[in-house]
């Protein structure tokens, strides 16, 4: 039988679990021999799921007991009163959401965000990655056309990791570069990187920890690096240190 091709639609409604079991088993089918297509689906979820960490407790308040109060004094029809409430809420996280977009993110913050990316993809068996190693030229070159500035994996291997491959991230300033490494026995590291636009310096290491990951970060100059995984901290920050020592700006 002759089935409708895959649209964006289908991506959208198989990320959101709208689609019936045959169609969900059509998209699965087509997403298992169209890489970039299952790369956008990654994106989505990643996407979702920092909608819902942003704005899950703006939509669980209760409506403002002054807007109520207005809404029965004016003896709207419930309808009416339910699309001001929804109005309101939406006026509230397009604030809050135009405040996050203008301001430039912390170091914190930017460190939490690569540990979610990382809980996300690092976990990942069959998409892990939007290229892979085997095109590192051509990961690299992507990645850095997309921020705008060079960008380079460093080499892990004599800390027991290869390069895995790496993606593009959505970022409140830019994209972000995500560059994924892998251990002999599974255990997986990502690096990523963002461009500030602008010279901030030099920080020492910090780190965040969470659930048994950690996440070291520091900045050089107008470049943010966050290194995140599961390794213990002692090893992390062996590691995070031999990236520096291999993407740090040559002194003037």
């Known amino acids: 039988m002759k089935t409708d091709p895959i649209s964006e639609h289908d991506l959208h409604a198989y990320v959101d679990n709208q689609l019936g079991p045959d169609r969900r088993a059509q998209v699965e089918a087509y997403l ?54 929804a109005l309101a809420i939406g006026l509230v996280a397009g604030w809050t959401a135009r405040d996050m977009t203008q301001a430039s993110p912390g170091p914190a913050v930017f460190a ?45 291997n004599a800390h027991g990791f290869s390069l895995l491959g790496g993606r593009l991230l959505p970022g409140e300033e830019g994209p972000l570069a995500q560059l994924m490494y892998e251990s002999a026995d599974g255990e997986r590291l990502t690096l990523v990187v963002r461009r500030t636009g602008r010279d901030t310096g030099d920080t020492r290491f910090q780190v965040l920890e969470q659930n048994g990951n950690s996440v070291f970060y520091w900045v050089d100059r107008d470049y943010g690096y966050a290194l995140s995984g599961s390794i213990g901290k002692n090893r992390m920050m062996e590691v995070a240190r031999a990236v520096d020592a291999q993407l740090r700006h040559p002194r003037n």
Do not use: C
């Not at 998409?127 to 060079?150: F, G, I, M, Y």
């Open 32 to 85: 298992a021999g169209q890489p970039e297509a299952a790369a956008f689906v990654q994106d989505l979820r990643l996407q979702n799921h920092l909608l819902h960490e942003t704005y899950d407790t703006v939509l669980n308040e209760p409506v403002p007991v002054a807007m109520g109060a207005a809404l029965r004094r004016q003896r709207f029809p419930l309808a009416w009163a339910a699309s001001v409430a």
């Open 112 to 156: 939490e965000r690569a540990l979610r990316a990382h809980l996300l993809y690092a976990s990942e068996k069959r998409h892990p990655v939007e290229v892979p190693a085997e095109q590192e030229a051509h990961l690299v070159a992507w990645l850095s056309k997309r921020l705008d500035a060079p960008i380079r994996a460093p080499a892990l």
